[in-house]
């Protein structure tokens, strides 16, 4: 009896022992974590704040003593924020205090000329262009800069172009104030070689970085070449819009000492305008055998800008005429501001041959509200001059043969 006595005492006072040393502990740890700075494991750098760790040793701690304090202020930035853990309350809050802006001598007696200077690095001229209140037409006229190098490997015979980046371009896309840019770049003037980048999304200043080596291109040969880089944005649903272009030609230019880097103003396309109404690209094919004729009308460019918002809604209407009478007639689709077209019909000759046939194309801008105005006229036939009249030999000459060509459009 005396045994199981002894063992129940001495469990009872172990049972308090185990619960007093719990709460002890308890109680140590909780008034440590009031008086103990919490560790911060992450460093945070957003414009010129910057928190540190506490755990590095290199940067300044948290809750340091005046005199560490005083002998580091002058190596801190003074742009940069330091907090001190050690003055907040018991709900971890800081006590509201008023900032005061102190102004450094350095910047105060600093230029901004000298500024700009010391930012040289990390700032682009166009970012600090872009600063700056611009007029609506400067801003137009600006369209950016284009960077690349330009490089000869003599051991394998090549010419190679490295297209680095653009910045400043305009932004095409009016909603979101952004393009999608990308490059194609032809080797002029035999056309031979033509490129391009990969499209970057939602830019203004795309960084490409990507190279082109041109092979077989003897080093002699190099003087007579020109580099065009055209800058375009990509359009899901239309035709890409043209930013505008780079000509770079490689006369009086050594690449004997290794890689050049360049970077050019990017210019307004030099678009070649037709004197008429604007070009017409149609394609057409005589079969013999069957007696049938079949037209391809492809696309139009140059077109004059008929619509008050600037643009028109063209469509084309094709006539067949036989000794100066219509025997048919087809018409497109109407394109809503863009003139690409690519729809094929089929007529069938009354007779054999096309000496007494003739073709009409004429181009129209759709309007709800009033009539549809004639943009130009094409006509194809033996009795046609200029292209048309060649176009029309060449499908005579060479049956079952597809032959496209661009036609001028006169006045309707």
């Not at 910047?107 to 600090?128: G, I, Y």
């Not at 055209?230 to 272009?245: A, C, H, K, N, Y």
């Not at 013999?288 to 063209?314: F, Q």
Request: hydrophobic content about 35%; some cysteine.
């Amino acid at each position: 009896d005396e045994i199981p006595t002894v063992v129940g005492i001495f469990s009872a006072f172990g049972l308090v022992f185990s619960v007093s040393l719990f709460a002890w502990i308890c109680c140590q740890r909780k008034s440590s974590k009031s008086n103990k700075t919490p560790p911060y494991k992450f460093v945070h750098v957003l414009k010129g704040v910057d928190i540190y760790p506490e755990n590095l040793n290199s940067k300044k701690k948290f809750g340091a003593d005046d005199k560490s304090e005083a002998k580091n202020k002058s190596a801190v930035p003074k742009n940069s924020l330091h907090l001190d853990l050690e003055k907040r309350d018991l709900n971890g809050n800081f006590p509201k205090t008023t900032m005061k802006m102190q102004g450094s001598p350095d910047l105060e007696n600093s230029s901004p000329k000298h500024f700009a200077e010391r930012k040289k690095d990390s700032v682009s001229p166009d970012s600090l262009k872009s600063i700056t209140s611009l007029s609506s037409e400067d801003k137009q006229d600006k369209l950016g800069t284009l960077f690349f190098s330009l490089e000869y490997n003599f051991e394998k015979k090549a010419f190679v172009v490295n297209i680095k980046e653009a910045r400043g371009l305009p932004a095409m896309d009016e909603q979101s104030m952004t393009s999608d840019p990308y490059i194609k770049m032809t080797i002029l003037p035999e056309k031979k070689h033509k490129v391009k980048t990969r499209v970057l999304r939602k830019t203004l200043d795309p960084a490409f970085d990507e190279t082109f080596t041109f092979y077989g291109i003897p080093y002699s040969q190099i003087q007579d070449l020109t580099l065009h880089f055209m800058v375009l944005s990509f359009d899901r649903f239309s035709r890409d819009d043209v930013i505008g272009e780079v000509l770079i030609p490689l006369a009086g230019i050594e690449l004997s000492e290794g890689r050049l880097l360049m970077d050019r103003e990017i210019i307004k396309r030099n678009v070649r305008k037709s004197s008429g109404r604007g070009e017409l690209l149609v394609s057409l094919c005589y079969q013999s055998t069957t007696n049938t004729l079949t037209v391809v009308v492809l696309k139009a460019r140059h077109l004059p800008k008929s619509d008050v918002s600037g643009l028109s809604d063209p469509y084309v209407k094709v006539n067949l005429y036989h000794a100066k009478k219509r025997i048919s007639k087809k018409k497109t689709h109407v394109k809503k501001c863009t003139p690409m077209f690519n729809e094929l019909f089929v007529f069938d000759i009354p007779c054999e041959g096309l000496d007494d046939i003739s073709i009409e194309f004429l181009v129209l801008d759709s309007d709800r509200g009033s009539r549809n105005e004639v943009i130009g006229r094409l006509t194809l036939g033996s009795s046609a001059e200029g292209t048309g009249g060649e176009h029309w030999k060449e499908i005579c000459e060479y049956p079952r043969r597809q032959i496209a060509k661009w036609h001028m459009l006169c006045d309707g």
